[in-house]
């Protein structure tokens, strides 16, 4: 493959790839068997799931908080901070109701014929659930009476609002909360936490872009699968890749919707 350039990079990035210096995991930006213009249509026998062309082929590195260039705080941060204890609380309280609210987009999208919607509500829900594990697991370290926190009433409205809805979640918890959360592991030298936070932002960035896709093309939806990381809840588009860009768990772990 020819050298890729910054543009390159910065053009075909994902929402929330840990920085510059993580783009390398992007290498799909450009895909050498394609022809080089983009303006042309597809093949009409081609189905979109073909079309598609993977954003991470092939991740050799592990993001990190402590090198990575966005892991800053948002300046105005909603997020309240205490111990890394009662932050794990926040997390697991946040993602609880994350999952609760895509279940029941998942029946919306369902009941409204948008059956890959639907799927991509269940992948994530599923992915937060992962964080919540992390997470809750991570608490009963510190204090082993932790328990759950007993899941939301939610409601959905129409896809498409229920989309953004999401993507606004996503966002929130990938530029505020967990960057907060981070911080304060780090001072306090909780290296497990750090981990585990570091984790979910990065997931919560993907989400956050998927939701966005999908609304953009609502009338016109991807047709192919999702693939859902078992160990951090990272969600890939397609089928080209081979490894998660977070944690670099391979593709045959991955659980496909």
């Known amino acids: 493959m020819s050298e890729i350039t910054r543009r390159d990079l910065l053009k075909g990035a994902a929402v929330g790839a840990a920085s510059v210096s993580t783009l390398g995991l992007?290498?799909?930006?450009?895909?050498?068997?394609?022809p080089a213009s983009t303006d042309q249509p597809?093949?009409?026998?081609?189905?979109?799931?073909?079309?598609?062309?993977?954003e991470v082929l092939d991740p050799a590195s592990?993001?990190?908080?402590?090198?990575?260039s966005n892991f800053n705080i948002v300046p105005d941060s909603k997020t309240v901070v205490g111990t890394t204890y009662e932050n794990l609380l926040a997390a697991i309280e946040g993602e609880t109701g994350a999952t609760t609210k895509y279940e029941a987009y998942a029946e919306v999208a369902k009941?409204?014929?948008?059956?890959?919607?639907?799927?991509?509500?269940q992948c994530t829900a599923d992915a937060e659930k992962i964080h919540i594990d992390l997470e809750y697991n991570l608490a009963k370290e510190l204090d082993p009476s932790t328990e759950k926190p007993q899941p939301p009433t939610v409601e959905g409205h129409e896809s498409d609002v229920n989309l953004i809805s999401g993507a606004n979640g996503e966002i929130y918890e990938t530029s505020d909360m967990y960057p907060s959360f981070i911080k304060k592991a780090q001072e306090e030298g909780n290296n497990?936490?750090?981990q585990v936070f570091t984790r979910a932002k990065l997931a919560e960035a993907y989400h956050a872009k998927l939701y966005m896709d999908a609304y953009t093309t609502i009338d016109t939806p991807f047709d192919g699968k999702y693939y859902l990381c078992p160990i951090c809840g990272y969600i890939h588009k397609g089928e080209n890749f081979t490894a998660c860009p977070i944690c670099l768990a391979p593709k045959s772990s991955f659980t496909a919707y």
Do not use: M
């Open 42 to 54: 597809a093949a009409s026998t081609d189905s979109a799931a073909e079309q598609y062309v993977a």
């Open 62 to 68: 592990i993001p990190e908080a402590s090198t990575a």
């Open 111 to 121: 009941k409204e014929g948008f059956e890959v919607l639907s799927r991509l509500f």
């Open 192 to 194: 497990k936490a750090v």
């Open 26 to 34: 992007l290498a799909a930006c450009a895909n050498e068997s394609q």
